[in-house]
């Protein structure tokens, strides 16, 4: 029994590791998607976008510009949630 709780435990050790390793993969796969398609997508996904980007040092001034000329007089969408967002 304690044999297979420790082989438990190890395997959810290395899945852990295995996940902290892809963090900067994550951001530049992140990176290279908004980019390549022009910073093209809904409010609240490109506002999460830019906020994990610009967490990782990351030049988001063109995505801040794509975002701002999605806004509507004094909101995004007329949306509570993507003005928040935004």
């Known amino acids: 029994m304690k044999k297979i709780i420790s082989l438990i435990i190890m395997f ?7 996940y902290a ?6 951001y530049a796969w ?8 022009d ?3 809904e409010v609240d996904e490109l ?4 906020l994990a980007l610009q967490d990782a040092n990351y030049d988001v ?3 801040l510009e794509v975002l701002e000329g999605k806004k509507t007089e004094n909101s995004w969408n007329e949306r509570i949630k993507d003005s928040a967002l935004a």
């Open 12 to 18: 959810f050790l290395v899945l852990v590791n295995v």
């Open 21 to 26: 390793l892809d963090k900067e993969n994550g």
């Open 30 to 37: 992140l990176n290279k998607t908004l980019v390549e398609n």
């Open 39 to 41: 910073w093209d997508f």
């Open 47 to 50: 506002s999460l976008g830019i």
């Open 61 to 63: 001034s063109d995505g």
